[in-house]
């Protein structure tokens, strides 16, 4: 028998979360962080690096102009540290306020280890920012982990467990990039993607909204019948790792199967596709966002007024790329209060994640008042 | 009401010709199915709290590779199906508690019906084969919702950072040495484990104080648990233990010979065994414990339903 909340609708794929009669509160995406490396590498200066005379455009195939990585000192921790103390700066909140903190990355470097694994890479981000007394633990979900742990502390937070809480992620994986520009010879590389791959931290924190306020709905799926189709393990060529990717055929498929996820998203929130005022995509490239958008608009009938894309100065930055683009459309005053956004998280598994919400007074804490 | 135990299963790879983590969650999960009387398909969540792998895979989570291989709702989202949502979970020793804590949050609120814990650890392949601190076992456990009073009902999880040198994991670049040849490997990423002198026994500190400190908050005193599910189940921890916190040897569960060693699989391990003897059914109140590095204690208090013993 189920519990005691809105209660798992059967016509629904997804796992979903939105405030149903049964919870006592809301859950709100309260403030964002980002942490950017100072370094920059541009797509040509990559690419001036490879091996093998590879004749890929990758510019042109991708939007990329540049991406942030990481210098000397620099590692996962580091960067989820900063992102999260610039959280702190955009909330109303302490760090002691933080019941929970959530690392996502998917690389967790740190001193001398490439890849820590115990203790968890939260545990050294909660010392850090001084959120001693929070419960911590960190998850591995691809590119989609920061999104996953968002939805965690939404049910959490709607309950009425814990107040406030943090997602945090640091992606140090442009060595991926490094390695793949060792070994790659053509576009039909399945190393092509690790390419695309910039550095970043962002840090969300999520707090206790009135009922029926904050996130509208979140929800999450993973079609598991394809997930051999991104790969990353350590690499032999150089530290870090190294990812293969069947980028068409994963295209192909998230096409395919996102359509009716994102239909029953927006049923559940009670909107049609065209009431969104910003969608962000997961950010691979600027051609797979601008096909996948068309395919839904066939579709589903209708089309978001703004897809964010923002490839050209940050790349890929795996599993911190949502957070990182919703930082910036804030940071630059470009979303507005009363915007609705709705986040697609896209990630190896496949994973499949969205969440929808309407902009209200983070939006202060941002840009030129800041 | 709580998150019920709907089954568990523990298993080593004892006679398997190689043992991968993947393999181990798989049969794990496919035992837990079968003692449950579930079919994959009624799997809303999947988490997977392994931590050591023989190939140390970065991307996908291991969960989803697992829902894959048990067949958990796969094949494109048709309206009117139900998905699976799968992700791994890293937190040591503690990960399973962490798990049963999200799924039983997530069964109370209606979000899922049925979620899956699977585990996994394998010798990562370090520089000493056969110096891991531990036995590659797999485990897997099912929980479901009751209305009755009965399952999960109280967690906690504290950290003693002060002691986060004591016990430490990563992988770590080694360059090859000799002369660099094209299409040779440049090295490989060595899994590094860092255990020092005395974890042991702060482990047993912390899990002494955090016991304590969680049963004062529910106003129970520890004469009030009548089944100890204690990880790891290293005698050196858990004898300490069990005499520090005054249970008898009686109450507690202590896991099969082939399994102790266990990692990450260690709470399911125990709990397997409390409900093969029957004694979880018998026990009012049980004490799940975990310690691991950081130090971190994951607590989680157990009920059984109101009225006669159960079975599991």
């Given at each position: 028998?189920?519990?005691?909340?809105?209660?798992?609708?059967?016509?629904?794929?997804?796992?979903?979360?939105?405030?149903?009669?049964?919870?006592?509160?809301?859950?709100?995406?309260?403030?964002?962080?980002?942490?950017?490396?100072?370094?920059?590498?541009?797509?040509?200066?990559?690419?001036?690096?490879?091996?093998?005379?590879?004749?890929?455009?990758?510019?042109?195939?991708t939007?990329i102009?540049?991406r942030?990585?990481?210098?000397?000192?620099?590692?996962?921790?580091?960067?989820?540290?900063?992102?999260?103390?610039?959280?702190?700066?955009?909330?109303?909140?302490?760090?002691?306020?933080?019941?929970?903190?959530?690392?996502?990355?998917?690389?967790?470097?740190?001193?001398?280890?490439?890849?820590?694994?115990?203790?968890?890479?939260?545990?050294?981000?909660?010392?850090?920012?001084?959120?001693?007394?929070?419960?911590?633990?960190?998850?591995?979900?691809?590119c989609?982990?920061?999104?996953?742990?968002?939805?965690?502390?939404?049910?959490?937070?709607?309950?009425?467990?814990?107040?406030?809480?943090?997602?945090?992620?640091?992606?140090?994986?442009?060595?991926?990039?490094?390695?793949?520009?060792?070994?790659?010879?053509?576009?039909?590389?399945?190393?092509?993607a690790?390419?695309t791959l910039g550095?970043?931290?962002?840090?969300?924190?999520?707090?206790?909204?009135?009922?029926?306020?904050?996130?509208?709905?979140?929800?999450?799926?993973?079609?598991?019948?394809?997930?051999?189709?991104?790969?990353?393990?350590?690499?032999?060529?150089?530290?870090?790792?190294?990812?293969?990717?069947?980028?068409?055929?994963?295209?192909?498929?998230?096409?395919?199967?996102?359509?009716?996820?994102?239909?029953?998203?927006?049923?559940?929130?009670?909107?049609?596709?065209?009431?969104?005022?910003?969608?962000?995509?997961h950010q691979t490239s600027?051609?797979?966002?601008?096909?996948?958008?068309?395919?839904?608009?066939?579709?589903?009938?209708?089309?978001?007024?703004?897809?964010?894309?923002?490839l050209?100065?940050y790349g890929n930055t795996s599993?911190?790329t949502?957070?990182?683009?919703?930082?910036?459309?804030?940071?630059?005053?470009?979303?507005?209060?009363?915007?609705?956004?709705?986040?697609?998280?896209?990630?190896?598994?496949?994973?499949?994640?969205?969440?929808?919400?309407?902009?209200?007074?983070?939006?202060?804490?941002?840009?030129?008042?800041? | 009401?709580?998150?019920?135990?709907?089954?568990?299963?523990?298993?080593?790879?004892?006679?398997?010709?190689?043992?991968?983590?993947?393999?181990?969650?798989?049969?794990?999960?496919?035992?837990?199915?079968?003692?449950?009387?579930?079919?994959?398909?009624?799997?809303?969540?999947?988490?997977?709290?392994?931590?050591?792998?023989?190939?140390?895979?970065?991307?996908?989570?291991?969960?989803?590779?697992?829902?894959?291989?048990?067949?958990?709702?796969?094949?494109?989202?048709?309206?009117?199906?139900?998905?699976?949502?799968?992700?791994?979970?890293?937190?040591?020793?503690?990960?399973?508690?962490?798990?049963?804590?999200?799924?039983?949050?997530?069964?109370?609120?209606?979000?899922?019906?049925?979620?899956?814990?699977?585990?996994?650890?394998?010798?990562?392949?370090?520089?000493?084969?056969?110096?891991?601190?531990?036995?590659?076992?797999?485990?897997?456990?099912?929980?479901?919702?009751?209305?009755?009073?009965?399952?999960?009902?109280?967690?906690?999880?504290?950290?003693?950072?002060?002691?986060?040198?004591?016990?430490?994991?990563?992988?770590?670049?080694?360059?090859?040495?000799?002369?660099?040849?094209?299409?040779?490997?440049?090295?490989?990423?060595?899994?590094?484990?860092?255990?020092?002198?005395?974890?042991?026994?702060?482990?047993?500190?912390?899990?002494?104080?955090?016991?304590?400190?969680?049963?004062?908050?529910?106003?129970?005193?520890?004469?009030?648990?009548?089944?100890?599910?204690?990880?790891?189940?290293?005698?050196?921890?858990?004898?300490?233990?069990?005499?520090?916190?005054?249970?008898?040897?009686?109450?507690?569960?202590?896991?099969?010979?082939?399994?102790?060693?266990?990692?990450?699989?260690?709470?399911?391990?125990?709990?397997?065994?409390?409900?093969?003897?029957?004694?979880?059914?018998?026990?009012?109140?049980?004490?799940?414990?975990?310690?691991?590095?950081?130090?971190?204690?994951?607590?989680?208090?157990?009920?059984?339903?109101?009225?006669?013993?159960?079975?599991?």
């Open positions: 028998m189920a519990g005691t909340g809105s209660g798992r609708h059967p016509d629904h794929w997804l796992a979903l979360q939105s405030p149903g009669s049964g919870s006592p509160w809301g859950c709100r995406i309260e403030s964002v962080g980002v942490k950017l490396p100072g370094q920059r590498l541009t797509t040509r200066e990559l690419m001036s690096q490879t091996s093998h005379r590879t004749r890929i455009q990758l510019e042109r195939l939007g102009h540049e942030h990585v990481v210098g000397p000192g620099e590692s996962s921790f580091t960067l989820a540290t900063g992102a999260a103390r610039d959280c702190l700066a955009h909330s109303q909140h302490q760090a002691p306020d933080i019941e929970m903190l959530i690392s996502t990355s998917i690389t967790r470097s740190r001193g001398r280890c490439s890849q820590s694994f115990e203790p968890p890479l939260s545990l050294y981000v909660k010392q850090a920012i001084g959120a001693a007394q929070a419960v911590n633990f960190d998850l591995s979900n691809a989609a982990g920061m999104l996953t742990g968002v939805f965690l502390l939404q049910d959490l937070i709607t309950r009425g467990e814990i107040s406030c809480g943090m997602v945090v992620s640091g992606e140090y994986i442009s060595h991926l990039s490094w390695n793949a520009a060792r070994q790659i010879r053509s576009v039909f590389s399945k190393q092509l690790s390419l550095d970043a931290g962002a840090a969300v924190i999520v707090e206790r909204a009135p009922k029926g306020g904050g996130i509208e709905v979140i929800g999450f799926t993973t079609l598991a019948e394809h997930s051999r189709l991104c790969l990353a393990f350590p690499s032999t060529v150089g530290p870090g790792g190294q990812m293969y990717t069947k980028s068409r055929t994963l295209q192909k498929v998230a096409i395919e199967d996102m359509a009716p996820l994102v239909a029953e998203v927006i049923g559940e929130a009670g909107i049609d596709l065209d009431d969104i005022d910003y969608l962000i995509p600027a051609r797979a966002i601008r096909t996948g958008t068309e395919a839904f608009a066939r579709r589903l009938g209708a089309r978001p007024k703004h897809v964010v894309v923002n050209e100065e599993s911190t949502l957070f990182v683009a919703l930082h910036k459309y804030l940071q630059e005053g470009r979303i507005r209060k009363g915007d609705r956004v709705m986040l697609l998280a896209l990630a190896s598994g496949i994973e499949i994640g969205m969440a929808i919400f309407t902009i209200d007074s983070q939006v202060d804490h941002y840009g030129r008042t800041h | 009401m709580g998150a019920r135990i709907e089954a568990a299963a523990a298993l080593t790879s004892h006679g398997w010709r190689k043992a991968t983590a993947r393999r181990l969650a798989d049969a794990a999960a496919q035992a837990c199915l079968a003692h449950a009387g579930k079919g994959p398909g009624d799997v809303d969540m999947l988490i997977n709290a392994g931590v050591y792998r023989e190939d140390n895979m970065g991307e996908p989570a291991l969960a989803a590779l697992i829902q894959e291989d048990i067949g958990a709702n796969l094949g494109q989202p048709p309206v009117g199906g139900q998905g699976t949502f799968s992700f791994d979970l890293i937190n040591g020793t503690c990960g399973v508690i962490s798990a049963i804590q999200l799924e039983s949050g997530l069964l109370r609120s209606g979000v899922i019906r049925l979620g899956a814990i699977v585990t996994s650890d394998v010798d990562p392949q370090l520089q000493d084969p056969g110096t891991a601190p531990f036995r590659p076992a797999g485990g897997a456990m099912l929980l479901g919702w009751d209305d009755t009073g009965a399952g999960f009902t109280d967690f906690a999880a504290e950290t003693y950072p002060e002691y986060q040198d004591l016990f430490a994991s990563g992988l770590v670049w080694q360059e090859r040495q000799g002369l660099r040849a094209p299409r040779r490997a440049a090295g490989r990423s060595q899994m590094v484990i860092d255990a020092r002198p005395g974890y042991h026994a702060r482990l047993v500190d912390c899990a002494e104080e955090s016991a304590h400190r969680f049963l004062r908050r529910l106003g129970m005193g520890i004469g009030e648990i009548d089944l100890l599910v204690p990880a790891p189940s290293s005698p050196d921890f858990l004898d300490a233990l069990r005499l520090r916190l005054g249970v008898p040897g009686d109450r507690v569960a202590y896991v099969a010979e082939d399994l102790a060693g266990a990692y990450t699989s260690g709470p399911i391990a125990g709990l397997q065994a409390a409900i093969r003897s029957g004694r979880l059914g018998e026990a009012r109140n049980t004490l799940m414990l975990a310690a691991g590095a950081g130090i971190t204690v994951a607590l989680a208090l157990y009920r059984r339903a109101p009225g006669p013993a159960a079975s599991c």
